[in-house]
Every structure is written in structure tokens, then in C-alpha cells.
């Protein structure tokens, strides 16, 4: 396998805002499958919610204080160059237009968010581009809606060392440290004049604070579609 390019994963996300949740997983993915580097990539309208309160540029910058000084994590700012809603397939295809045909691509999903795939806009075909890398809680289920069984099954990897032999195309569940800790808690806290200190680096919580965002409650608008 000389030859073949490592890995690279996408996280893509509201990061409304980044948080431990996020963080320490990828931390974990980056060594455990040996990526040569994991994309933060916030979208900027998303699909499956509302439009967040605060703007896409703002959750861009908490990313890259959160993440700023580790190696191997990096930010990427492509959905908010586009217009329209940010889909993760066409996010996809620009990655492999950039990064060309061979390196193998690994979108990083929580299983939460795997299981609802197959409401993404055409979700087929991510796997044509990537691989999927799902965070798994230890010991929890792999049951799949019947939507999605029948695809998914043939292309379950049981070893990571898969993901580095085609480009796309695999899907693999990986045990990882889950935190319970979610964006919309964070978001509560603060409203409620709570800290969410301990939650996520305070480097992003600096620039919440300084920035007096998430201040006010938020009533989401209806979910773009
Ligand atoms: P919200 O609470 O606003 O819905 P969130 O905390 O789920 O947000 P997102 O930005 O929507 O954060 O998540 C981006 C990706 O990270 C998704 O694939 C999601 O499943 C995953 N993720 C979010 N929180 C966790 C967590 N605590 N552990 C593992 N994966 C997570």
C-alpha cells in the first residue's frame, strides 16, 4: 500500500458551536485509522434544521479557535463559499476535485446522524465518493432503518485497514470515546446565563463571550429543504 495516500476525514456540521463531542472523537479517529489529517467543514444553511442564530462566518471562527494549535485538524470553509443549502454530497465531490481520484476520503458521522442518512440529499451516492466512518458509542446497536440495510450491509468494513485500499465506497463502524455532550445544551446553558464551561475549549468559549453570542432564546425558522 505503499502507493496509496492517507486518508483524509470529514466532519461536516453545524458547529453551532463546536464542542468536546466533536473534538475528541476525531481526536481519536485522526490516530486510531492513522488519517493524515480530519476537515472540520461547517456548513453555512444547513439542510435537515433551521437557519442557526448565529452566522456561518462566527461558527467558522469558533472552529478554528477550538481546534487551533493541533496538528493534523484543520478547518474548511468550502460550504460557506457556496450558495444555497450546504449538502454534504456536493461538499464531497468538490473535496475529490480537489484532492483528486485516489486518496481515500472517510465522512466522520455520529451514529445518530447515520442513521438518518438516507435523508440527505442524494445519499447513495456519498459512498461512491467516500468512505462513511460511523462514531460509535461502544457496544451500541448497529441496527439500521430497513431503508438503509440492504445498502449498507455489503459495504461494512470490519477492519479499518479497508479504508486505505479503495478510495471510497466502505462504511465502517468505529468505536469511539462518546461524549453526551450536544450543541443544543451548550446553547440552552448560555441563554439560561449557565456556563458551559468544561463542555467545549475555551478558546471557543472566549470568543462566545467576546462575541456575546447565543444570548438570547431562538426560535429555529422551519427546515430549508
Ligand atoms: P445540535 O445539538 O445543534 O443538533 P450537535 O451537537 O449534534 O448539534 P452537529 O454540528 O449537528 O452537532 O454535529 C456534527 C456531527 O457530529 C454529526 O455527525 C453528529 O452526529 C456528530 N456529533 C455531535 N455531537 C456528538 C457527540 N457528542 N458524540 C459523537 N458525535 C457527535
Known amino acids: 500500500m505503499l502507493n496509496t495516500p492517507r486518508p483524509i476525514g470529514i466532519l461536516g456540521g453545524t458547529f453551532d458551536p463546536i464542542h468536546y ?16 489529517e480530519v476537515r472540520f467543514i461547517p456548513c453555512r444553511i444547513p439542510a435537515h434544521r433551521g437557519t442557526p442564530q448565529v452566522t456561518a462566518e462566527q461558527r467558522l471562527a469558533l472552529v478554528q479557535a477550538a481546534i487551533a494549535g493541533q496538528p493534523g485538524f484543520v ?54 465518493v467516500a468512505h462513511i466512518v460511523v462514531m460509535q458509542r461502544p457496544g451500541a446497536s448497529q441496527a439500521l432503518p430497513a ?22 465506497g466502505r462504511i465502517l463502524f468505529q468505536p469511539v ?4 455532550i450536544s450543541a443544543t445544551q ?7 446565563g449557565q456556563s458551559p464551561r468544561y463542555l467545549l475549549p475555551e478558546a471557543a468559549l472566549a470568543c462566545i463571550h467576546d462575541q456575546e453570542l447565543y444570548r438570547s432564546p431562538f426560535v429555529e425558522n422551519s427546515v430549508n429543504s
Not at 463531542?21 to 493524515?36: N, Y
Not at 431503508?147 to 485500499?165: C, K, N, Q, S, Y
Open 21 to 36: 463531542g466533536h473534538l475528541r472523537p476525531a481526536l481519536e479517529l485522526l490516530e486510531t485509522l492513522e488519517l493524515a
Open 177 to 180: 470515546t462518546q461524549l453526551d
Open 75 to 128: 478547518a474548511d470553509d468550502r460550504e460557506l463559499r457556496r450558495e444555497g443549502t450546504s449538502y454534504m454530497v456536493d461538499t464531497l465531490a468538490s473535496l475529490r476535485e480537489d484532492l483528486g481520484q485516489k486518496t481515500p476520503l472517510c465522512l466522520i458521522v455520529g451514529a445518530d446522524a447515520f442513521r438518518e442518512l438516507h435523508t440527505w440529499s442524494r445519499w447513495r451516492d456519498l459512498a461512491k
Open 186 to 192: 451548550i446553547r440552552a446553558l448560555l441563554v439560561r
Open 147 to 168: 431503508t438503509m440495510a440492504e445498502w449498507a450491509t455489503p459495504r461494512i468494513a470490519l477492519d479499518a485497514a479497508v479504508l486505505r485500499t479503495q478510495p471510497a
